[in-house]
């Protein structure tokens, strides 16, 4: 389990970050309009969550990385319930407002991936398991 755990806090936080950069006004469109700079937070939370991965890929920044991304995935939760309160205005998203809600407890497991792969203590010594 930790295995998939490190896959996901490292690699695949890795390509979403990239992606804020690849479609950006994507990301702008589900930032709750009570929070200025859309753009900017984009860019700012594209670079937390890339720099958070390539951090947990590593065992001395592991620990760190974690937290740090564990911060960053509540950051951006808001987001994600702007974007479930108003499911109309994201018609392309697959499964509609079901998956929109559903999507909200999948941050908890998000969070436990994290926690799972970079701040639970390790039975392994770093360097013994991949």
Same mark, same amino acid.
């Given at each position: 389990?930790?295995?998939?755990? &490190?896959?996901? *806090? =490292? ?6 970050? #990239?992606?804020? %950069?690849?479609v950006p006004r994507t990301y702008a469109s589900i930032i709750p309009d009570a929070l200025p700079f859309h753009m900017p937070l984009v860019y700012v939370s594209g670079v937390a969550e890339l720099l958070g991965a390539l951090g947990t890929m590593h065992p001395k920044? &592991?620990?760190? *990385? =974690? ?6 995935? #509540?950051?951006? %939760? ?53």
């Amino acid at each position: 389990m930790r295995r998939i755990a &490190r896959f996901f *806090a =490292g690699p695949v936080m890795a390509f979403a970050g #990239i992606y804020h %950069f690849v479609v950006p006004r994507t990301y702008a469109s589900i930032i709750p309009d009570a929070l200025p700079f859309h753009m900017p937070l984009v860019y700012v939370s594209g670079v937390a969550e890339l720099l958070g991965a390539l951090g947990t890929m590593h065992p001395k920044t &592991r620990r760190p *990385a =974690g937290w740090f991304l564990i911060a960053t995935l #509540i950051a951006v %939760f808001p987001a994600n319930v702007n974007m479930a309160l108003r499911p109309e205005e994201y018609p392309g998203v697959p499964g509609g407002r079901i998956a929109l809600i559903a999507r909200l407890p999948l941050q908890a497991l998000f969070i436990y991936w994290v926690w799972l792969a970079t701040l639970k203590d390790d039975p392994h010594p770093a360097g013994t398991e991949a």
